[in-house]
Nanobody, 121 residues
């Protein structure tokens, strides 16, 4: 069974950086999408960044130039480098993965349990 386990969250001061990792087990789809969503209890789920197995990446407009997504295909591990963090970047972050395609949120078949990011002023 596919399992996604996030790590790297924590508490940082505004302007700081965090690097999130997602350990993906039993995920062997050659053509796939992996990435990150975030969500607060008050807001709808937001796609943050997604990368495909054929090296296409997309970012939410709100984080372009601030976050970077990468992946280790040998380990099926996506990373999210978050720089210049602001208090509004505080939500839970979820690792997501699915076989291709991934044109919409509902396409993502597998979700992690989330890792909390807290940015203080």
């Amino acid at each position: 069974q596919v399992q996604l386990v996030e790590s790297g969250g924590g508490s940082v001061q505004a302007g700081g950086s965090l690097r999130l990792s997602c350990a993906a087990s039993v995920f062997t789809y050659a053509t796939n999408c992996m990435g990150w969503f975030r969500q607060t209890p008050e807001a709808e789920r937001e796609a943050v960044a997604v990368t495909t197995s054929f090296n296409i990446t997309t970012f939410a407009q709100s984080v372009k130039g601030q976050f970077t997504i990468s992946r280790d295909n040998a380990k099926n591990t996506p990373y999210l480098q978050m720089n210049s963090l602001k208090p509004e970047d505080t939500p839970m972050y979820y690792c997501v993965a699915t076989p291709w395609p991934c044109a919409r949120v509902s396409d993502f078949r597998y979700w992690g349990q989330g890792t909390q990011v807290t940015v203080s002023s």
